[in-house]
């Protein structure tokens, strides 16, 4: 309770940078672009380059404790160690007005929950899986790395043209060998640092694509997903195992391996 009071304390005392302001005598304020658990990121144009970028400042709720600082400085370690074209670029870092920030790349095109929820986008089975299939790469790049993305979700998945890109590393952490597959997990799935927390978001992620072609009808009984979605056998298999219904993935190379076989039969 203190905790959650804590945090909407924060909100109203948080203010945010202005359209136009200008960020450590560098980087115009043009828009908010959203916030998340860290941090406020924004649209600015690096007055420098003549670039446009993406400047993530840390939330106030976050400054004012030692692990909010200590995880902000961690994602963007994080950031700067990787070096793939599915991922935003680091740029700089900086202090303003006391509120640490730093700059990446921005990305043009728009997330999947924009597309879904904005633009009434619908995808197929195939084409939703051909989708994942690409996260899956990049996924892959980063438990390659030893890291764990931990926060697989619609809003952090940009279309770019026909490529995609993962966004927002705040959650992400160096693999826990600790927790072997096959252990069972009761709760925060999505959070463990382990693969399967990934497999696990990208479940979630295949449900948003696939449910975008869904027609809810007017009924009172809630029904599970494999009664409502109309999708082959093996495309159920494979999200069983990703949210852990059935047995979970051990590693990327399984799941790429069954939904190619989705794309032969």
């Excluded at 939330?59 to 160690?81: A, C, P, V, W, Y």
């Excluded at 509120?99 to 790349?105: N, R, S």
């Excluded at 093996?234 to 794309?263: N, P, T």
């Amino acid at each position: 309770m203190f905790k959650r009071m804590t945090l909407v304390a924060a909100n109203i005392m948080e203010s945010r940078f202005k359209e136009n302001e200008i960020i450590a005598e560098r980087y115009e304020i043009i828009n908010h672009l959203g916030v998340g658990s860290y941090g406020n990121s924004y649209l600015v144009i690096d007055q420098v380059s003549q670039q446009k970028k993406v400047l993530k400042a840390l939330r106030i709720h976050k400054r004012i404790t030692k692990s909010g600082k200590r995880d902000f400085e961690l994602e963007k370690d994080l950031l700067q160690t990787i070096n793939h074209a599915g991922f935003p670029r680091f740029f700089e870092d900086g202090i303003y007005k006391n509120i640490p920030f730093y700059t990446m790349e921005y990305i043009e095109g728009k997330n999947f929950e924009q597309l879904i929820f904005q633009d009434g986008q619908k995808y197929s089975e195939i084409e939703a899986f051909r989708i994942a299939n690409q996260l899956l790469e990049h996924i892959n790049y980063l438990h390659e790395q030893q890291l764990i993305h931990r926060d697989i979700r619609i809003p952090n998945v940009i279309a770019n043209g026909s490529e995609i890109v993962l966004i927002d590393l705040g959650l992400a952490r160096k693999r826990n060998h600790v927790n072997a597959a096959g252990i069972k997990r009761k709760r925060y799935l999505r959070k463990e640092v382990n693969p399967q927390a990934d497999f696990y978001g990208l479940g979630h992620f295949l449900l948003f694509l696939l449910y975008s072609n869904f027609s809810f009808p007017k009924k009172t009984k809630e029904s599970s997903w494999e009664e409502e979605l109309e999708i082959s056998y093996h495309a159920k298999y494979i999200i069983s195992r990703l949210l852990q219904i059935k047995d979970c993935y051990e590693c990327c190379a399984q799941v790429k391996s069954d939904i190619q076989k989705l794309f032969v039969v």
